[in-house]
């Protein structure tokens, strides 16, 4: 009888399976999180150099940025900062096992991750469509990429930042494709809307670094 009672102790103070002490974070977010880490680093030489040829070269940012569209650029930069409220708007849907909406199109608060997510999508390739317009007319006004030093840095800063959102944009695609491709909306979907999130907050952050820099900071 003590055995069985010292086996019963010990078992009963072991820890349950189903819960467990051990809480290990999710592999899937510290990956992506440690490859933003590394994509920091990538937008931070950007930096270096931008800031490197405009100390050596001051007299071309006397004619450069007059060249550029505040108003506009403005406007495009607050269509993409909008976005990542609506992406986060998702990312609180798929947190709650959510992926489409549970009422009309025109019950917002009803809305899903799906529409929240498509709705990041429009207003992402807005911005796209915007960089593209302002680049249309840079070059038109004699502004590209060849012309001189501070022509090439704003072209690399600025388009690579804008590969970067057209990438999110595809895994906005792939997201809401495996949403519509899953049997059942569990745990794995939930975390990828939850890195694609991580991912498109990080592109705001660094464009409203790069619109302070090179738009404001003349």
Not at 8 to 16: C, E, G, I, L, W
Not at 51 to 76: H, K
Not at 144 to 162: C, M, P, R
Request: hydrophobic share 50%; charged share 10%; aromatic share 16%.
């Amino acid at each position: 009888m003590q055995i069985v009672a010292s086996a019963q102790a010990v078992q009963s103070s072991t820890p349950s399976p189903l819960h467990g002490s051990v809480n290990r974070p999710n592999v899937v977010s510290v990956g992506v999180i440690v490859w933003l880490s590394s994509e920091l680093m990538f937008f931070a030489g950007l930096f270096a150099m931008y800031f490197t040829i405009r100390s050596v070269a001051p007299d071309l940012w006397a004619w450069g940025p007059e060249q550029l569209n505040i108003p506009f650029s403005s406007v495009n930069t607050t269509i993409l900062v909008i976005s990542s409220f609506w992406c986060q708007f998702g990312v609180f849907a798929a947190e709650r096992f959510q992926p489409y909406r549970t009422g009309s199109l025109l019950q917002v608060g009803k809305w899903g991750m799906t529409e929240w997510f498509v709705l990041t999508y429009i207003f992402g390739a807005i911005f796209v469509a915007g960089q593209v317009y302002e680049y249309a007319h840079l070059i038109h006004d004699g502004l590209s990429i060849s012309t001189n030093a501070y022509g090439s840095v704003f072209y690399l800063t600025t388009g690579f930042h804008g590969l970067h959102v057209v990438g999110g944009l595809i895994a906005f695609l792939l997201v809401i494709g495996r949403s519509f491709a899953a049997k059942r909306f569990g745990h794995a979907e939930a975390t990828s809307a939850i890195v694609i999130s991580y991912y498109w907050h990080f592109v705001d952050v660094v464009w409203i670094g790069l619109f302070t820099v090179i738009y404001i900071l003349k």
